[in-house]
């Protein structure tokens, strides 16, 4: 099995610091830009899964990158350049303490809280009746508090973050604004493709006191894909929807009895289950991209990372 990338610890030149996320390892160099690795760990219910995927970081760097080259037109981003394929450079922003989640379905954790009996998320009032994957009139906007490293995101009104002092009225203005419009041109793109983008994420920060578009966009583990095909007939029949996206290995793991909750144990992830959700990584790059994926060399990845961003940091 190919080899996948779960940990590094890089000493990149002018690198003042290095923070690791749950699934990429961001370097602080010269407090100017940022150096993110996007590795193979994979994180669910907040937790990270003891073994990485292959090409995953790869598939998640890659989508990103040509994302946010999509949307420049919609607002200013952080992508300086991708000088390996798991590794995007970019400007230092100030980043906002949310996720702006925009959702154009009822499903994931929403339906969840949905079908328990909830009828608000994040200030927003549900009329009864839905049903799960039904869509909603418009798309809404539920954002979460970014949770540090070991913590639970938790959902916020537009209210409580003006409250908090999270972000000004105008800047939440301005960060609703985006965030719509870059669904609808990630729906657009996804249109093309055959596929739906149900649901996806965004983070913002400042730069220059400017709002800019960080992170990723429109990837497997920020946003959930539904197959066009079918959709239709598989909501009227109350069947599953024939999805792309992380949603599977959580579905995986819950079926496995692993929420996240105090005392659960994650099941075993064998090679097979390993290969599985590589494979399903992949099928999404393609799909979505319309490109053939191209398997970077998994033999001295941490090698070829240090290389190829040394060279970038002396250009």
Known sequence: MSKALVQTEYNFRN?????????????????????????????AFDVILPEGIPYKGQVLNQIAAKFLDA?????????????????????????????MI????????????????????????????????????????TPTTKAEYGEHDADISKAEILERGLATPEEYALLEQYSLALFRRGTEIAARRGLILVDTKYEFGKADGRIVLMDEIHTPDSSRYFYSEGYEEKFRAGEPQRQLS??????????????????????????????????????????????????GDTDGLLKRIEDNVNQYLAE
């Open 102 to 141: 925009v959702r154009g379905y009822l499903c994931g954790s929403a339906w969840r809280a949905y079908n328990a009996g909830q009828r608000e998320i994040c200030g927003i009032a549900l009329p009864d009746g839905m049903r799960e994957n039904e869509k909603f009139p418009v798309p809404l906007i």
């Open 71 to 99: 949307t420049t037109d919609i607002c200013p981003n952080w992508k300086l350049a991708v000088p390996d394929p798991m590794v995007t450079a970019g400007i230092m922003c100030q980043g906002f303490p949310l996720e």
């Open 246 to 295: 992380k949603e599977f290995v959580r579905e995986w793991l819950m079926q496995n009895g692993f929420q996240g909750k105090e005392g659960q144990q994650v099941p075993e992830m064998t090679p097979a289950i390993v290969e599985s959700i590589s494979n399903r990584y992949i099928e999404l790059y393609e799909h979505l991209t319309g490109e053939a994926f191209v398997k």
């Open 15 to 43: 690198q003042k610091s290095v923070y690791h996320g749950k699934v990429r390892d961001v370097y602080n160099i010269d407090n100017r830009q940022l150096v993110m690795v996007a590795t193979d760990r994979i994180s």
